[in-house]
């Protein structure tokens, strides 16, 4: 059985097939718990909506560094209405994006900066969407000692992972991993501690080798287990319990 600690099945790229995949599709494959994340106001609803429907959809509520622009006093209102949830259980994804929003490092900062105070507020984790920020994202981080998270589609250095670790923070692998180009990811796979990885698909994105291209639904989480169980010289089965367990810890399910 596998948890998929993040999956966006309220992406448009879902709209044809959402109902026979988290009804009867997933659950058929394996995949026994989601978290639906959120990236702004719509999808932030569209994720407690999902929770409230299924039974094994958990949701995160918050504002992605893409759509930082769009983050006001009523977004931060929506979020700690949302945070009161029964199934939400953390604030995500939040972050910085340098990859594409090198122009508006300075809002970006400013939304993550305000979102992790709700989350030291409130006690709830964080999920970190870092895209080429690495050192402005673990300076920022470092002023909230208090709230801790998951770095997910970890794309750091080894070293980076340590420090993390020793913050109590958790780490979180998609598909990515499973790419030929993917260079930093087995040192830091085979160098974290087990109890603080995660596994996840970043559905409809990234889907792993084989089926890199296509769109991604969480049945795909074998092939990324997979590839952490040759690096770590495990079972398949080994790693599904343990990155299920991992998630059930950090988001308190
Ligand atoms: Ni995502």
């Known amino acids: 059985m596998y948890f998929d600690t993040h999956a966006h099945y309220d992406d448009e790229m879902f709209d044809g097939d959402r109902e026979w995949l988290l009804d009867r599709a997933l659950p058929e494959s394996g995949v026994a718990l989601v978290l639906n994340p959120g990236c702004e106001r719509r999808s932030s609803l569209f994720a407690v909506e999902l929770s409230e429907k299924y039974d094994y959809v958990y949701a995160a509520a918050g504002w992605h560094p893409s759509d930082a622009a769009s983050f006001d006093e ?48 409130l006690g709830k984790p964080v999920i970190i969407h870092d895209r080429d920020a690495h050192a402005d994202c673990m300076a920022i981080l470092a002023a909230y000692p208090e709230v801790k998270g998951v770095f997910h589609c ?53 889907a792993p080798v084989p089926n890199r291209g296509h769109r991604n639904d969480s049945s795909n989480l074998p092939y990324i287990a997979e590839r952490i169980a040759e690096l770590r010289g495990m079972t398949v089965g080994a790693v599904a319990e343990l990155t299920m367990e991992n998630g059930r810890r950090f988001f308190d399910i």
Request: net charge positive; glycine share 6%.
């Open 154 to 206: 970890y794309s750091g250095s080894a070293e980076m992972a340590a420090e993390l670790v020793k913050r109590g923070w958790y780490l979180s692998f998609t598909g990515a991993i499973t790419f030929k180009n993917a260079r930093r990811a087995p040192e830091v796979i085979t160098s974290v501690p087990l109890d603080r990885i995660m596994i996840e698909t970043d559905s409809p994105y990234l």
């Open 74 to 121: 009523s977004s931060e209102t929506l979020i700690r209405e949302l945070c009161g949830k029964k199934k939400v259980r953390a604030i995500g994804e939040i972050g910085l994006d340098y990859h594409y929003g090198a122009d508006t490092k300075e809002t970006q900062q400013k939304v993550l900066r305000r979102q992790l105070a709700i989350a030291r507020e």
